[in-house]
């Protein structure tokens, strides 16, 4: 079998194209969608974040603003910005920018922000509803999963479903979102590193959405432990779900983004590119060519749920700035 490769950036194209007529619509009514993004120091990983949300934000007409805040600010100063920014009658949408430096509990300034201004739909109260049915927002990779999961099988009622991670920010809220339909949910199975026979698990599974992010956790420890000076092995690189791992038809999300070598010289170093520098390479939990061969349908990494997790925040802030009213 060769699977079909289910296309998130057609899928995310879509989305935008209706977040474009809905902000246009909010805009003639006088109520422009405003997203905030706050970000306090500097971090260049943030920064291609940031760029990142203005351009996604300017193509579908949804104001960006960037409030930079110092690194030294205190953790009482920011969430006074935050309340301002939930009392604006400008901004309907506020989003946090990761990592917040060392002196500041991420947690507790997250929660400071309205649930009704909460484009990543990651407030307790945001999460809580998940548990009812949903509400007005939910987490956006979570709903990037199922929205791909769903155009490709759009009758899941009773298929064996098997998550593999369980973090806060993707694995449980997509086992909430399958949860949903009282009477055509899924049958779900949550895997995490300590499960004892993962491809027991897997290899049953109708539908297996992959979020460990194996590799890349591998690579970083080496890395760190390179650099302390510890005699380390190379790691293994390889995917985390193999062929081996998967039933015949089933239906592969892949949501992990693992940036990782493309491989490993002699010495045990990673193979340079023709700018002397390391070769890397983006890929998923999945071993795509392989698992292609026997899977139904398949996301590829990237060009997956990537673009489609851009498009739902920006849903997100629209519902959120329909919402407000
Ligand atoms: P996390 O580190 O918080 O959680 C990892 C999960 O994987 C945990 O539940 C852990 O128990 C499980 N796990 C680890 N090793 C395992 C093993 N050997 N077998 C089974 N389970 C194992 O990571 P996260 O924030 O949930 O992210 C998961 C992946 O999804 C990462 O690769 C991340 O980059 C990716 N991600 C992608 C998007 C996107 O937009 N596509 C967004 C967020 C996260």
Same mark, same amino acid.
């Given at each position: 079998?060769?699977?079909?490769? %289910? ?57 960006? +603003? ?93 298929? +064996? ?12 809220? %997509? ?33 297996? %959405? ?83 061969? %026997? ?31």
């Amino acid at each position: 079998m060769s699977a079909k490769i %289910i296309d998130g950036n057609a899928v995310a194209d879509e989305i935008k194209s209706r977040v474009t007529a809905d902000a246009a619509e909010l805009a003639n009514a006088g109520r422009k969608p405003h997203l905030t993004a706050v970000q306090v120091g500097e971090n260049p990983a943030s920064k291609i974040y940031t760029n990142m949300q203005a351009k996604a934000c300017e193509s579908v007409g949804i104001e960006y +603003e960037l409030l930079n805040l110092p690194a030294e600010i205190s953790q009482d100063d920011l969430l006074g910005k935050i309340a301002e920014l939930n009392a604006s009658t400008e901004t309907t949408g506020i989003i946090l920018q990761m990592p917040l430096p060392a002196h500041m509990d991420a947690r507790r300034v997250q929660v400071a922000i309205s649930p009704a201004k909460d484009v990543e739909g990651m407030h307790p109260e945001n999460m809580g509803r998940l548990f009812y049915g949903g509400g007005t927002v939910s987490p956006c990779t979570p709903m990037a999963a199922v929205e791909l999961l769903k155009r490709t099988q759009p009758d899941l009622a009773g298929a +064996e479903t098997v998550i593999v991670g369980h973090s806060e920010i993707v694995g449980k809220p %997509i086992a909430m979102i399958l949860l949903q339909s009282p009477n055509a949910s899924p049958t779900v199975t949550v895997c995490h590193v300590a499960t004892k026979d993962l491809a027991a698990h897997t290899r049953r599974a109708d539908v297996l %959405i992959v979020a460990a992010g194996v590799s890349q956790a591998r690579w970083s420890a080496y890395r760190r432990r390179k650099k302390a000076g510890e005699d380390v092995k190379t790691p293994d690189l390889s995917a985390l779900i193999s062929a081996e791992m998967i039933k015949p038809g089933a239906v592969v999300i892949d949501v992990a983004i693992n940036r990782i070598p493309k491989g490993f010289d002699d010495n045990g170093d990673p193979v340079k590119n023709d700018k002397g520098k390391n070769a890397m390479q983006t890929v998923g939990d999945v071993d795509f060519e392989a698992v292609s061969q %026997i899977a139904s349908a398949i996301t590829p990494v990237p060009g997956g749920v990537g673009p489609v997790t851009v498009a739902m925040l920006l849903s997100n802030t629209v519902a959120c700035a329909k919402a407000i009213g």
